[in-house]
């Protein structure tokens, strides 16, 4: 890079070569290069300057002389690249107010034929137009009070072994560190939801014995739903998790990292003196050399910045201002926008849980902890169960359809109550139905048997059960048949007489059946001879 060697300089150079030493001694005196210290003395010698002469000679206009020698082309100090650009001064103006890159602005030039090396161009802009690059200038932010703000920040650490999967994984360490005192905390996890967020904000409570009362970190989309500069919108966990602790959150701008320098800093150290080169057993192994890390290590370590120990500082200023650390730990809800099913069910954590008919088809706000599962609809509260283990059900009676809640709950008595509504009859044959070991299996009958009340009417509905119940016939399909042909009301055969019927053809007196061995054989029950026996030895009958 280009150097202006200053007037004082090149005096300095012409001085010490006046006192008789070489080129070499005179760059290293007057702090220059040996070829810039031999184009000055050679232009010096040229207008002028004699060896034996002294001192005196160095006046203003010999070194001016030297100077429009030496750099004829830098009038203003700057070369011919910089003179091309001060002749381009409007375009490159225009277009750093567009928003264009240094090296956008190179190549258009470039298709004008002004060829010139990036950093000047970028030194151009820097220093000639609104150009703000990256390197722009910056103040100290104060520190604040003490136990007031902890920034924390998400960074990628490398490859871990999870015992879970049984695989080497990405992890992330969530960086803590305490404004004031620059003590840290680190958090190792490979997921950056909220269930992971908070695990760590838990961990970093018991490690620093409470609360900060303001946590600034950046626009992650576990903690913030909407970015604002002024009026952030925080995603509904992390928000009722702040409240549950107390602290507040003061999120960085966008891609505003210099909001939380403090934290900033640390993803460097952290990565660099903790994670490098070490070897992790698991997830579990990694975590704990990292809290061990925190307290040996980087706090006691001599900061830089504040020229002290952070664990010293935190302990002596700071450890008496936090909120009190969490007593109990924090079950991190489920919050979720459910729609009601058709079944007047909706889903959370694997399990169904019923709302009131009326909301079915609409979308709801739902959060279920480890206890309760709560429903709102516009803000409401509607409805509210006990929480199931994933694959359970919670269903209130009350939610579902009066039609249809028997056959849903399988509540036999109200089905029967539903029947004898209808007629004594009707409900007694359900209840004759219902007589069986596995009563829910019979239900479909007893609907059928409802079924044909709606069709035929209550009242022939309940005659042919009473005509069924009298001959004890318990068949919905005989009821449906009666119904069907209308014969429930007709009236019922004369029994047959006992008496006056003719003797049957084959009819046998009881006297000719011995009742015991002491009787004598009828005759009609006699062996008869038949003649001689045939050649098995059998008697023939013929």
């Known amino acids: 890079m280009y150097r202006e060697v200053s007037v004082i300089e090149i005096r300095e150079v012409l001085r010490i070569w006046l006192l008789g030493v070489g080129l070499r001694v005179v760059a290293a005196r007057a702090g220059v290069d040996r070829k810039t210290a031999r184009s000055y003395v050679e232009a010096a010698v040229a207008a002028g300057l004699d060896r034996e002469g002294g001192v005196d000679q160095l006046s203003d206009e010999l070194i001016g ?11 203003q100090g700057h070369g011919s690249a910089w003179e091309s650009l001060c002749a381009s001064h409007d375009q490159i103006t225009g277009w750093v107010k567009d928003g264009l890159t240094v090296v956008k602005i190179g190549d258009l030039l470039a298709r ?16 000639r137009t609104a150009y703000r690059g990256r390197r722009g200038a910056t103040v100290p932010i104060a520190d604040g009070d003490p136990g007031v703000e902890c920034q924390i920040d998400f960074a990628r650490m490398g490859m871990v072994f999870d015992s879970v999967t049984g695989r080497r994984r990405v992890v992330h360490a969530l960086i803590f560190t305490a404004v004031y005192s620059r003590h840290m905390f680190v958090w190792l996890t490979f997921a950056q939801t909220l269930e992971a967020l908070i695990d760590g904000c838990e961990a970093a409570w018991r490690f620093f014995g409470g609360v900060f009362k303001v946590l600034i970190p950046d626009n992650m989309s576990a903690i913030v739903a909407q970015c604002d500069s002024v009026s ?14 107390g602290f507040l959150t003061d999120p960085a701008r966008v891609a505003h990292p210099q909001d939380k320098p403090r934290v900033e800093r640390m993803v460097q150290y952290v990565r660099n003196n903790f994670f490098a080169g070490e070897d992790f057993a698991d997830l579990a192994d990694a975590q704990a050399r990292a809290q061990a890390w925190c307290a040996e290590k980087a706090g006691q370590r001599i900061h830089g910045t504040t020229c002290a120990r952070p664990a010293m500082v935190f302990a002596e200023t700071e450890a008496a201002l936090l909120l009190p650390a969490p007593a109990q730990p924090y079950a991190v809800p489920i919050y979720a926008q459910v729609k009601v099913h058709r079944d ?5 954590g694997k399990a169904l849980y019923s709302i009131p008919e009326h909301y079915r088809g609409q979308t709801i706000s739902v959060r279920a902890d480890g206890e309760l599962v709560k429903m709102y609809h516009r803000g409401q509260l509607v409805k509210t169960h006990p929480r199931q283990p994933p694959g359970g059900r919670s269903t209130d009676p009350v939610d579902l359809p009066a039609e249809k809640t028997g056959y849903a709950m399988r509540d036999l008595t109200r089905l029967i ?5 209808h007629g004594p009859n009707v409900g007694i044959y359900a209840e004759r139905l219902l007589d069986h070991d596995l009563p829910w299996t019979r239900m479909r009958q007893v609907y059928r048997l409802l079924g044909l ?11 042919a059960c009473g005509r069924a119940l009298d001959l004890d016939v318990v068949s919905v399909a005989k009821i449906a048949t009666m119904l069907e042909r209308a014969t429930e009301n007709a009236e019922a055969p004369p029994p047959r007489a006992a008496s006056g019927l003719a003797p049957a053809r084959f009819a046998r007196d009881p006297g000719e059946y011995r009742t015991n061995t002491s009787a004598p054989r009828p005759d009609w029950m006699t062996v008869i001879d038949g003649g001689a026996l ?7 009958l013929w």
């Open 65 to 75: 002389a030297v100077v429009s020698v030496v750099r004829p082309d830098r009038p």
């Open 112 to 127: 004008r034929g002004v060829i010139v090396p990036q950093r000047t161009l970028h030194r151009y802009c820097a220093e």
């Open 232 to 245: 952030p919108r925080f995603t509904v966990g992390w928000l009722e998790y702040a409240q549950a602790r």
């Open 344 to 348: 007047f069910h909706v889903q959370v």
């Open 417 to 421: 109550g539903t029947a004898a509504a």
């Open 453 to 463: 009340v709606k069709r035929y009417g209550a009242a022939p509905t309940d005659t």
């Open 534 to 540: 045939n050649e098995d030895g059998q008697e023939q």
